[in-house]
């Protein structure tokens, strides 16, 4: 099973850019799909984005549409989340997650869909 360890997390302005980056290590991310969730203080995980093993398929939470980017470096073992014109509210601690998916398309969007878990990177907006 491969370990995740997130980066690239920080404290930034509003409108500013940050790009998280999700390493693997023990194993091949080829077999997974990997999704970004993130939770902020005394609210619940929730979904971001997700990406299947190919990586030709992709999924978006409605509040991310058009503002981020999740790509996948197979050869680097790396998933990436590009997060572009940020926002005090996307301010959160941001996990990567990972799981076995035999679908090469497959992108779950819920918490309980992955058994491997990164141990986040916090992300502040300012105003």
């Known amino acids: 099973q491969v370990q995740l360890v997130e980066s690239g997390g920080g404290l930034v302005q509003t409108g500013d850019s940050l790009r998280l980056s999700c390493a693997a290590s023990?194993?091949?991310?080829?077999?997974?799909?990997v999704g970004w969730f993130r939770q902020a203080p005394g609210k619940e995980r929730e979904f971001v984005a997700a990406?299947?093993?190919?990586?030709?398929?992709?999924l978006y939470a409605d509040f991310v549409k058009g503002r981020f980017t999740i790509s996948r470096d197979n050869v680097k073992n790396t998933v990436y989340l590009q997060m572009n014109s940020l926002k005090p509210e996307d301010t959160a601690v941001y996990y990567c997650?990972?799981?076995?998916?035999?679908?090469?398309?497959?992108?779950?969007?819920?918490?309980?869909?992955?058994?491997?878990w990164g141990q986040g990177t916090q992300v502040t907006v300012s105003s």
């Open positions: 023990g194993g091949t991310l080829t077999m997974y799909a």
């Open positions: 990406i299947s093993r190919s990586g030709s398929t992709t």
């Open positions: 997650a990972a799981g076995v998916y035999s679908s090469r398309y497959a992108t779950p969007s819920t918490p309980k869909q992955y058994d491997t």
